[in-house]
DNA sequence: CATTATGATTGGTT
DNA sequence: AACCAATCATAATG
């Protein structure tokens, strides 16, 4: 224990029986080797410091502090450390905003994560939802989203709330600590200032990444819900079978008004949820329903041969809905719901004969073609099909390019189609009469 | 991996 | 406001 106040004494900088205060530059000039081995071991016990239990340190502390030399020692700390003139002036480097912790606070407010309590918490989105679709019918993704997101929210709250308890927790300890030290060193109130700054420094450059992951996070949510819109998601088979089957039937005039885009929607949504999937939240929307027809009106336009299968599937299954309880599959073999494809073709080049007899004839078939501008395009069509002219490049409306000959049956060609690139507005009494009932006199016709 | 199909978006028109 | 035409972006397909 007389090492111990070996130690103390000359830690101090100062040999306590000698009276020069300080030789603190000097010392090791006016060592004689006696000295030396009390410096080594003096080294030796401070190394073994941190060995030491805490108990043991405090008493030494308490010893120090105790010291009858230690008011000196005191002010001798004080003058070198007035003289290293260590007066960190640097503790003015006030923190400029940092640009990036700006923006990641700007984000989290807009994206309603750090702004005020769950009630506005989703304004953007609610805006951006809105401006989207129909702003009704997507409120399952929007509730899911809003989930999630009060969900990253919820934890940034709560990670930032322990950050910050962390942070008060830690700077005071950390100013108890230097209080308890200013009391065997000289500590100005600016230093404890600083030492605080540090401290908030480091923590705040912690909350600064858990800004950024939070950010990170509801980026990616944002991508999953929200430009979900951009994400395709297919129509199931019976969505687009439902919208098919209204299309070709109404081909002449493929315009649903808003309660048939919403019984169209209904539908569609029903039959998806019943048959395949309930919960995915495959639900079709009217705007979704003018989607698709708008899609389709303008494919089906730019190229009608392409759809001439599909026309004529939807025609023939339409027609056959529509006669249901009667016996006219004499000689169709397409009577079935899910006929095969072959069977489809064979059918579609029948068709195409009796309609070139009947053209080529005199038109005398049982179906009356509306106007001359309908003549004209069925005859176009069949001799280009004939031709097989393959000008895909054409984008005139005029120019019906098919593909291919087989699919060039015009049969259930565009009637309300005009060459100007818009469906004549064939009125309805008309459409009843031809082109969508008529399907079924159609239907006849070929079967007979 | 290239191509096609298809739902959604955008910008302009009527 | 509905629609068209072009375009984007992704799913499905070969």
């Given at each position: 224990?007389?090492?111990?106040?070996?130690?103390?004494?000359?830690?101090?900088?100062?040999?306590?029986?000698?009276?020069?205060?300080?030789?603190?530059?000097?010392?090791?000039?006016?060592?004689?080797?006696?000295?030396?081995?009390?410096?080594?071991?003096?080294?030796?016990?401070?190394?073994?410091i941190?060995?030491?239990?805490?108990?043991?340190?405090?008493?030494?502390?308490?010893?120090?502090?105790?010291?009858?030399?230690?008011?000196?020692?005191?002010s001798?700390?004080?003058?070198?450390?007035?003289?290293?003139?260590?007066?960190?002036?640097?503790?003015?480097?006030?923190?400029?905003?940092?640009?990036q912790?700006?923006?990641?606070?700007?984000?989290?407010?807009?994206?309603?994560?750090s702004?005020?309590?769950?009630?506005?918490g989703?304004?953007a989105?609610?805006?951006?939802?809105?401006?989207?679709?129909?702003?009704?019918?997507?409120?399952i993704?929007?509730?899911?989203?809003?989930?999630?997101?009060?969900?990253?929210?919820?934890?940034?709250?709560?990670?930032?709330?322990?950050?910050?308890q962390?942070?008060?927790?830690?700077?005071?300890?950390?100013?108890?600590?230097?209080?308890?030290?200013?009391?065997?060193?000289?500590?100005?109130?600016?230093?404890?200032?600083?030492?605080?700054?540090?401290?908030q420094?480091?923590f705040s450059?912690?909350q600064?990444?858990?800004?950024?992951s939070?950010?990170?996070?509801?980026?990616?949510?944002?991508?999953?819900?929200?430009?979900?819109?951009?994400?395709?998601?297919?129509?199931?088979?019976?969505?687009?079978?439902?919208?098919?089957?209204?299309?070709?039937?109404?081909?002449?005039?493929?315009?649903?008004?808003?309660?048939a885009?919403?019984?169209?929607a209904?539908?569609?949504?029903?039959?998806?949820s019943?048959?395949?999937?309930?919960?995915?939240?495959?639900t079709?929307?009217?705007?979704?329903?003018?989607?698709?027809?708008?899609?389709?009106?303008?494919?089906?336009?730019?190229?009608?041969?392409?759809f001439?299968?599909?026309?004529?599937?939807?025609?023939?299954?339409?027609?056959?809905?529509?006669?249901?309880?009667?016996?006219?599959?004499?000689?169709?073999?397409?009577?079935?719901?899910?006929?095969?494809?072959?069977?489809?073709?064979?059918?579609?080049?029948?068709?195409?004969?009796?309609?070139?007899?009947?053209?080529?004839?005199?038109?005398?078939?049982?179906?009356?073609?509306?106007s001359?501008?309908?003549?004209?395009?069925?005859?176009?069509?069949?001799?280009?099909?004939?031709?097989?002219?393959?000008?895909?490049?054409?984008?005139?409306?005029?120019?019906?390019n098919?593909?291919?000959?087989?699919r060039?049956?015009?049969?259930?060609?565009?009637?309300?189609?005009?060459?100007?690139?818009?469906?004549?507005?064939?009125?309805?009494?008309?459409?009843?009469?031809?082109?969508?009932?008529?399907?079924s006199?159609?239907?006849?016709?070929?079967?007979?």
């Open positions: 224990m007389e090492e111990h106040a070996h130690l103390m004494q000359t830690l101090g900088g100062v040999t306590l029986n000698g009276l020069t205060p300080i030789s603190l530059p000097g010392i090791h000039e006016s060592m004689e080797p006696a000295n030396k081995q009390e410096i080594g071991d003096i080294l030796h016990q401070i190394m073994a941190t060995d030491q239990s805490l108990d043991e340190a405090q008493a030494k502390k308490h010893g120090l502090n105790c010291h009858r030399m230690k008011p000196a020692l005191f001798v700390l004080c003058e070198i450390k007035e003289k290293t003139g260590l007066s960190l002036r640097n503790s003015q480097d006030e923190e400029p905003p940092d640009p912790l700006m923006r990641l606070d700007n984000m989290l407010l807009a994206e309603g994560v702004g005020p309590e769950k009630g506005g989703a304004s989105i609610t805006i951006a939802t809105t401006a989207v679709g129909g702003g009704a019918e997507n409120s993704e929007h509730s899911d989203y809003k989930a999630k997101l009060s969900q990253i929210r919820n934890i940034y709250h709560s990670e930032l709330e322990k950050y910050q962390a942070c008060e927790e830690f700077t005071s300890h950390v100013m108890n600590l230097l209080r308890e030290q200013s009391r065997s060193r000289p500590v100005s109130p600016r230093e404890i200032e600083r030492m605080v700054k540090i401290i420094r480091k450059s912690i600064i990444q858990l800004k950024q939070t950010c990170e996070a509801v980026m990616i949510l944002r991508s999953r819900f929200l430009d979900a819109r951009r994400k395709r998601r297919n129509f199931s088979k019976q969505a687009t079978e439902i919208l098919n089957e209204y299309f070709y039937s109404h081909l002449s005039n493929p315009y649903p008004s808003e309660e885009k919403e019984e169209l209904r539908k569609c949504s029903i039959t998806v019943q048959v395949i999937l309930m919960a995915k939240g495959s079709i929307t009217v705007s979704q329903v003018s989607n698709w027809f708008g899609n389709k009106r303008i494919r089906y336009k730019k190229n009608i041969g392409k001439q299968e599909e026309a004529n599937l939807y025609a023939a299954k339409t027609a056959v809905t529509a006669a249901q309880g009667q016996h006219s599959h004499d000689s169709s073999p397409s009577a079935g719901f899910q006929m095969k494809d072959e069977d489809f073709q064979l059918d579609v080049s029948e068709d195409k004969n009796n309609l070139l007899n009947n053209i080529f004839n005199g038109s005398s078939g049982s179906y009356s073609l509306q001359s501008g309908e003549i004209f395009t069925n005859v176009t069509d069949l001799n280009s099909s004939f031709l097989s002219t393959q000008d895909p490049g054409a984008g005139q409306t005029l120019s019906l098919y593909s291919d000959g087989l060039g049956n015009p049969l259930y060609g565009p009637h309300g189609l005009n060459g100007n690139g818009g469906w004549s507005d064939a009125l309805t009494p008309s459409s009843v009469t031809s082109p969508i009932e008529g399907t006199s159609i239907h006849s016709d070929t079967s007979n």
